[in-house]
Structure formats: C-alpha cells, structure tokens
C-alpha cells in the first residue's frame, strides 16, 4: 500500500499562485496513475486533475482548465499541482490520490489510495 503525504498548502488572496506537493512511499510510484481531489466545506469531494503513469497524459477539470497543472517527478516519487491565478470557490482540502493502471491514462475517478489532505483558502 502507498502512502502519500500532500504540502504546500496555506492562505492567500485571490489572483496568487500556490504549489502543492504529494510525496509518495514504496516503490511502486512509477506504476501508479496520480490525482488530486478538493473538498470545500459542505460539499462532496471533487476530481481536480490527473496524470498518467509517464507524466505523458493529464486531464483537468473543467473550473481549473488553464490555470491548474499537474506533472510528476517519477525519480523523486512526488506529484506537483501548480495553481495560479487563484479564486476564492479553489478554496478547500486538497487530497492527493493515487491507482494502479494498466494503461498510461490519466482517468478522473478510480482511485483507492488517498493522502490526509492540505487546506487551501483563498481570500477575496
């Protein structure tokens, strides 16, 4: 079983960026498809962005097309999620998550192994 331990996350004004971070254990990061979540308060938890096993495949949600993107550092067994031009509806606790695929594809659900989570909280 994986472990995944996300960073990176804090307080700041709309319009600013913020880069997470999720650094897995074992072995096995190179085989695994990764993902990041958000729950805001009172709401279910959202699929956010994905990359494949290569780092060669990603998909977004739509509400962070174009100012959210996520790459992996196979070596260093950690996946990034850069995020700019922040709004304050970004606000929530981002999980990182990961699954093992047989394909490098970078699906939006699927996954079974699930970081503790950062709070991010964009201010207006």
């Known amino acids: 079983q994986v472990q995944l331990v996300e960073s990176g996350g804090g307080l700041v004004q709309a319009g600013a960026s913020l880069r997470l971070s999720c650094a897995a254990s074992?072995?096995?990061?190179?085989?695994?498809?990764m993902g990041w979540f958000r729950q805001a308060p009172g709401k279910q938890r959202e699929f956010v962005a994905a990359?494949?096993?290569?780092?060669?495949?990603?998909s977004y949600a739509d509400s962070v097309k174009g100012r959210f993107t996520i790459s992996r550092d196979n070596a260093e067994n950690t996946v990034y999620l850069q995020m700019n031009n922040l709004k304050p509806e970004d606000t929530a606790v981002y999980y990182c998550?990961?699954?093992?695929?047989?394909?490098?594809?970078?699906?939006?659900?699927?996954?079974?192994?699930w970081g503790q989570g950062t709070q991010v909280t964009v201010s207006s």
């Open positions: 998550a990961g699954q093992i695929l047989n394909t490098d594809y970078a699906p939006s659900g699927g996954f079974g192994s």
């Open positions: 074992g072995r096995t990061f190179s085989r695994l498809t």
């Open positions: 990359v494949s096993r290569s780092g060669g495949r990603t």
